[in-house]
């Protein structure tokens, strides 16, 4: 039902930031909570941000609260994952993925997840 599209990674330095984007297709966005994941070489998936499906409610990793802001635009069918203060531990292929807002028991568990995107390399250099 959903396609995931990432973009807007790339090679900042430390302390720089980048904004990704997560394109939808498909019918009914807002009843879909989104997440952002990331994976780094040799290590699991790992949790980074969600946002329920109205965009009221919002979860942070503890390793990004404070430096990356979800967000979502309904009416464009995209979420968003604003990132600042890069380090170099950010660096990591990041994910967005997509559960119906029904269909869930906890957001932060990536097997929750339905539909993912092809993911975005993001490299922090120090």
């Known amino acids: ?35 952002w994941f990331r994976q780094a070489p040799g290590k699991e998936r790992e949790f980074v941000a969600a946002i329920s499906g109205s965009g009221g409610s919002t979860y942070y990793a503890d390793s990004v609260k404070g430096r990356f802001t979800i967000s979502r ?3 464009k069918n995209t979420a968003y994952l604003q990132t600042n203060s890069l380090k170099p531990e950010d660096t990591a292929v990041y ?25 975005t390399q993001v490299t922090v250099s120090s």
């Open 95 to 119: 994910y967005c993925a997509a559960v119906h807002t029904f269909a869930y028991s906890d957001i932060h568990q990536s097997d929750e997840y339905n539909y993912w995107g092809q993911g």
């Open 1 to 35: 039902q959903v396609q995931l599209v990432e973009s807007g990674g790339g090679l900042v330095q430390a302390g720089g930031s980048l904004r990704l984007s997560c394109a939808a297709s498909g019918r009914f966005f807002s009843s879909y909570a989104m997440g």
């Open 73 to 75: 635009d309904n009416a």
